[in-house]
């Protein structure tokens, strides 16, 4: 039996700001479920889409999902200037609200709640947006229109198909004769390694993960999906692998084409 699916025609991203109020209102529809979408908001799968090389980019996201328990954010500005983003948790109820303080380093005084509500729809969900607290009109003016572009980098992260690429990334060790005689300091590294992978495995950011036995030489393979090149860098850059400075380095290459399952 076949089914005839009828198009779904989703809203892209708008915002307003009510500046007496101090009150941006926010929406965005993708074509993703809600739990998909939240999980994208509140783990370090932030880093791979909240950015772009001309604006700024986050490179660092840490957190306790609970309440009560705190967030950070650390970004660089295309400009060479770096930023922190942090606060805590106020309310959660996976995976449809979100509710977060927010305290910026370049206005340490202005502490602002950001409310996020997930609605699902035909064809998706809903992401509404509520940031309270503005004290200061052009902040809340700047807010407003900086909410647009995240939730257009948010759904142009969350459907990689359409709007993004796959990459090859070759995890290569330290010398010719690794993992036979790997070290405890590397087996460590390698654990931590393998803790970091699980959750993009898990919300499908990665395809492939593994080690592969080349006669030429064992490696570590893992085939990305991101939204472009910087993004895929900016995992990588935060695999305790990398980290760790014991000599490990990645080869990467962007798929020409690809066809997959899922």
Known sequence: MSVALKPVSLKSARAIADLDAGTILATVEIAASPDRIFKALCSAEVVEWWGSPDTYQVTQWTGDPRVGGTWRSIGKGADGH?????GEFL?????????????????????????????????????????????????????SSGWERVFEWLAGHIS??????????????????????????????????????APLVENGTVIV??????????????????????????????????TSGLGFRYDTAPMMATRTRY
């Open 82 to 86: 770096e930023f922190e983003v942090g």
């Open 91 to 143: 309310e959660i109820d996976p995976p449809h609200r979100l509710v977060q303080s927010w305290r910026p380093s370049w206005e340490p005084d202005s502490a602002t709640t950001i409310s996020y509500r997930l609605q699902a729809i035909e064809g998706g969900t809903r992401v509404t947006v509520t940031h309270t607290g503005f004290t200061d009109p052009q902040s809340c003016q700047n807010h």
């Open 160 to 197: 990689p198909k359409a709007n993004g690429a796959v990459f090859v990334n070759r995890l290569i060790g330290p010398r010719p004769t690794f993992p036979m005689d790997i070290s405890a300091a590397e087996r460590d590294v390698m654990t931590r390694h393998a803790a970091f992978w």
């Open 209 to 242: 993960l593994g080690p592969v036995g080349d006669a030429a030489g064992p490696y570590g393979l893992g085939v990305v999906r991101a939204a472009d090149a910087q993004a895929n860098a900016a995992i990588l850059a935060q695999d305790p692998a990398i």
